[in-house]
């Protein structure tokens, strides 16, 4: 064996000397082992690869606010669009009759009210409240005891003869549900609503509710929207 060879021999005996050792007192905790390959952080350098370490760590979070920011905006967009009402009529007979006719009411309406809210225009709603007495499972019924209880806007009421009697039964005191002034809505007011295929009920007439000892009363807003609910009945009655 040269010796070239002999020394190259003796180098890799010497090193794997070393190493055993090394490695023993790594064993026996003589020196620290380091962290393991699987433990060493991976620095991202490209933005490639920082983007995916992101979504990685961070993907479920990114998507749930990406969620609720989106949810948030369409409804102040909602709320931005939603149209602020000056009056609200309920239309509550035993006639059913579709959302376009009590539409043409708004637009009757709205001729003789008032800029309540201020915003420079007169928006008044007619809620469709027709209903089937007959069924057991009435959406509309559900909405109108809702507007009773909670909207102070809702205080102008368009009966007939029969649909009026519901409302003795809700408030049979001596105050009564409805004030004692009511309109007979006139000709002007058939011969402007009336639709082709729906026949309005005969005698349906405006009636303003009586708000006193409800839970309504307490509403800030119910002076002006009393006011000029009784201002559209006046002008009402002169038609």
Same mark, same amino acid.
């Given at each position: 064996?040269?010796?070239?060879?002999?020394?190259?021999?003796?180098?890799?005996?010497?090193?794997?000397?070393?190493?055993?050792?090394?490695?023993?007192?790594?064993?026996?905790?003589?020196?620290?082992?380091?962290?393991?390959?699987?433990?060493?952080?991976?620095?991202?350098?490209?933005?490639?690869?920082?983007?995916?370490?992101?979504?990685?760590?961070?993907?479920?979070?990114?998507?749930?606010?990406?969620?609720?920011?989106?949810?948030?905006?369409?409804?102040?967009?909602?709320?931005?669009?939603?149209? $602020?009402?000056?009056?609200?009529?309920?239309?509550?007979?035993?006639?059913?009759?579709?959302?376009?006719?009590?539409?043409?009411?708004?637009?009757?309406?709205?001729?003789?009210?008032?800029?309540?809210?201020?915003?420079?225009?007169?928006?008044?709603?007619?809620?469709?409240?027709?209903?089937?007495?007959?069924?057991?499972?009435?959406?509309?019924?559900?909405?109108?005891?809702?507007?009773?209880?909670?909207? $102070?806007?809702?205080?102008?009421?368009?009966?007939?003869?029969?649909?009026?009697?519901?409302?003795?039964?809700?408030?049979?005191?001596?105050?009564?549900?409805?004030?004692?002034?009511?309109?007979?809505?006139?000709?002007?007011?058939?011969?402007?609503?009336?639709?082709?295929?729906?026949?309005?009920?005969?005698?349906?007439?405006?009636?303003?509710?009586?708000?006193?000892?409800?839970?309504?009363?307490?509403?800030?807003?119910?002076?002006?929207?009393?006011?000029?609910?009784?201002?559209?009945?006046?002008?009402?009655?002169?038609?």
């Amino acid at each position: 064996m040269s010796r070239e060879k002999e020394s190259e021999t003796i180098k890799q005996q010497k090193l794997a000397r070393k190493e055993f050792l090394e490695l023993k007192k790594m064993q026996s905790g003589e020196i620290e082992t380091g962290p393991k390959p699987s433990e060493v952080a991976i620095v991202p350098k490209t933005f490639g690869e920082k983007l995916s370490n992101i979504w990685y760590h961070f993907g479920k979070v990114i998507i749930v606010t990406a969620f609720l920011l989106v949810a948030i905006i369409i409804m102040v967009v909602q709320c931005a669009n939603k149209t $602020s009402y000056d009056l609200e009529v309920i239309y509550f007979t035993y006639t059913a009759l579709p959302d376009t006719t009590t539409e043409k009411m708004a637009d009757y309406f709205e001729k003789y009210a008032t800029d309540v809210n201020g915003n420079g225009k007169v928006d008044v709603a007619v809620i469709n409240c027709s209903c089937n007495p007959n069924s057991n499972n009435n959406a509309k019924l559900t909405k109108m005891q809702a507007l009773i209880v909670s909207d $102070s806007s809702a205080l102008l009421y368009i009966t007939d003869d029969k649909s009026v009697k519901y409302f003795y039964n809700i408030r049979s005191d001596s105050k009564g549900f409805f004030d004692e002034n009511s309109v007979v809505l006139s000709e002007d007011f058939y011969k402007t609503i009336t639709e082709e295929g729906y026949n309005l009920p005969e005698n349906l007439t405006l009636r303003i509710r009586n708000t006193e000892g409800t839970q309504i009363e307490k509403d800030k807003a119910l002076t002006a929207n009393t006011l000029a609910a009784k201002e559209l009945m006046e002008k009402i009655s002169k038609k």
